[in-house]
């Protein structure tokens, strides 16, 4: 995550003592009132620990985290899914000159899901679409759309 918010040109922050968002990713602005933040919370799951549709990866999550996720926030929040192979070893290649981090990301925004109805209802599963690649033009796009929140002065 933090190689590809790199490359899209923003600066990435571990928040710490957790808040329940594993990155925050921000950038200079050269209008200081759109140096605006974004939010991710990252979760990685071996292929064959999730369950792969032909439309997207259902990932399960506890109801508290679906909550802090969920809703409309001054600082948007998305949830990142990174599918790795299920040898570790196989993750990663390192040679001159590249880098190659194997499998992808894939993110989705909970903003608009309603909370479950269900009462006393213990995680929620989400699917994410496999067309939500995490990519640079998705981070830029994620702060395109934060900068257009920013109300007016």
Known sequence: MAAIAAAAGFQVAVPYPDIGKDMI????????????????????????????TGSGIGITLPIDQFKRL??????????????VPRDPAEYISVGVPELILKHSA???????????????QKSVTVTVPRENLL???????????????????
């Open 25 to 52: 990713l921000g950038r200079d602005h050269e209008d200081p009132e759109l140096d605006v933040q974004i939010a991710l919370q990252v979760k990685t799951r071996r292929i064959g620990e999730v369950a792969l």
């Open 70 to 83: 969920r809703g409309r926030r001054q600082v948007p929040c998305y949830l990142v899914i990174v599918l």
């Open 135 to 153: 990519t640079i033009d998705a981070l830029h796009e994620f702060f395109h759309r934060a900068c257009e929140e920013v109300p007016a002065p």
């Open 106 to 120: 894939y993110w989705i925004s909970l903003e608009d899901r309603p909370l479950p109805i269900q009462q006393g």
